[in-house]
């Protein structure tokens, strides 16, 4: 089916019926629900929409109200919803190809890349103690180390004065630092 005969289908017309089952008022432009759901399933705009129907905005969201729908942004995200669970169907269906090619391959690398991909797998993560060998270098960690210690310390002890005010606090801690 293509857009210019369902323009055709979008320009054909119903009168209101008034009271008396007399037409009255404007006429009627009636919508092909069909196209407007094939618009929206290829990410076409509301202004889009209504330019391939020849309608505007409100005539498009009157007409998706009369048919049993909420309004066009409604309408597009459910639509949206549907391409979404059809995306991830169709890439679930490429995954367990991907799987089934590199099984039958052994093609371990391929495995392994999958793996990492779409398991969450991990290269162990190897972590080794460097020893240091120099003695003068051992000293001046020790004593970097010890240094730290007595530096928490203070700070420990100064924090946790109730006697002094946070001013005093501050100036203890400044002349620490310094």
Known sequence: MTIESNKSKANKTS????????????????IDLNLVEELCKINCTQAEICQVLEVDDKTLNARLKDAG?????????????????????????????????????????????????YLGQKEP?????VPIVDEAAREAHAKHIEDNSRCYKLIARIMSDEELSIKDKEKKLELLAS
């Open 69 to 117: 729908h909420a309004t066009f942004s409604q309408f597009f995200n459910k639509k949206a919803l549907n391409r979404t669970i059809s995306k991830r169907r169709k890439i679930a269906q490429i995954e367990e190809a991907q799987f089934d090619v590199a099984i039958e391959e052994r093609n371990v690398p391929m495995l392994i890349w999958l793996g990492k991909q």
């Open 125 to 129: 993560i190897r972590v080794e103690a």
């Open 15 to 30: 009168f209101k019926k008034g009271t008396s089952g007399n037409p009255s008022g404007r006429l009627k432009k009636e």
